[in-house]
């Protein structure tokens, strides 16, 4: 497992990089709501970074907990959603039974968290987990990275940031097919010195079409989104959110899945027409 924010870039994108959270967690809080979810109802946030999003959770009476696979965002989140549960973890988890995720109301996700994954199999394990996560009605809502943000992004060969006490260059590359790659380099204050940290971040790509397929297989009445809400996310980022069918939902449905095709009833031969005799004409 590749590990990804590391102390000093954790910090910075903690205090540098909030805006996706701030566009995103009032159309997240809306769509719980509107689903019918109330004040308790428990939400995992998958992949919560430093707790932006947990704290913002926290705020609308939601019980969160929260799951990262980077041990700094976690402590991170620890101090700044100090009423959610965190704890270090990596999806897809390849748990089941009683070590699988427990369930929760809803599940969700932002940053592009399982385009972080390594490969596009652990993307189709991950999404088929969280969808297993649900309860019965319970509400998915995650953003995910296409092929198309990539290729829009193909020519843009740095990003760099700079303020008082730290700095940042990412250098993006497109090392083979669904990969889009960032090399990225932090400088921090610390007691008066500088310190250098360097991360490489892989990103694989997946589609919306497979995205839909395995969380519909796997009990999700998903559907694409523009965005969570109103807020407009960048081109070739794209929401998927849906509803976890009941029990019988998903056995009718599967029942139905499996079932032979009924044929069409072959038609009885008809017996052949006799011969009609014409009358002879006589030459006059």
Not at 22 to 45: M, Q
Not at 61 to 71: E, H, K, L, N, R
Not at 149 to 162: C, L, P, S, T, Y
Request: hydrophobic letters at 40%.
């Amino acid at each position: 497992m590749i590990a990804y924010y590391g102390d000093d870039l954790a910090w910075v994108h903690h205090a540098g990089y909030s805006q996706h959270v701030e566009r995103t967690w009032r159309g997240i809080v809306r769509l719980l709501r509107d689903a019918g979810l109330r004040r308790g109802a428990r939400v995992l946030d998958a992949g919560c970074g430093s707790g932006l999003l947990a704290r913002r959770l926290l705020d609308a009476g939601f019980a969160v907990t929260g799951i990262d696979a980077s041990p700094a965002m976690i402590d991170l989140a620890r101090s700044c959603a100090p009423g959610a549960d965190f704890r270090v973890a990596s999806l897809p988890t390849g748990s089941r039974g009683a070590a699988a995720l427990p369930h929760f109301d809803a599940v969700v996700s932002t940053g592009h968290v399982l385009n972080y994954l390594g490969h596009r199999s652990a993307i189709a394990r991950a999404l088929a987990e969280l969808a297993r996560a649900l309860k019965p009605s319970g509400v998915l809502a995650i953003d995910l990275m296409t092929e198309r943000f990539a290729r829009i992004r193909e020519g843009d060969a740095v990003h760099a940031k700079v303020e008082d006490d730290w700095a940042i260059v990412t250098r993006f590359s497109r090392p083979g097919p669904h990969r889009f790659d960032r090399d990225i380099t932090v400088f921090r204050r610390s007691d008066g010195d500088w310190r250098r940290s360097d991360e490489h971040h892989r990103n694989v790509t997946f589609e919306v079409a497979d995205a839909l397929r395995i969380l519909r297989d796997s009990g999700i009445d998903a559907r694409r989104r523009a965005a969570f809400g109103e807020e407009a996310l960048p081109a070739g980022l794209v929401v998927l959110t849906g509803v976890r069918r009941s029990p019988a939902q998903i056995a009718v449905r599967r029942s139905a899945r499996s079932a032979p095709r009924g044929r069409s009833p072959r038609r009885t031969p008809r017996a052949p027409r006799p011969a009609r005799c014409e009358r002879s004409r006589g030459r006059g």
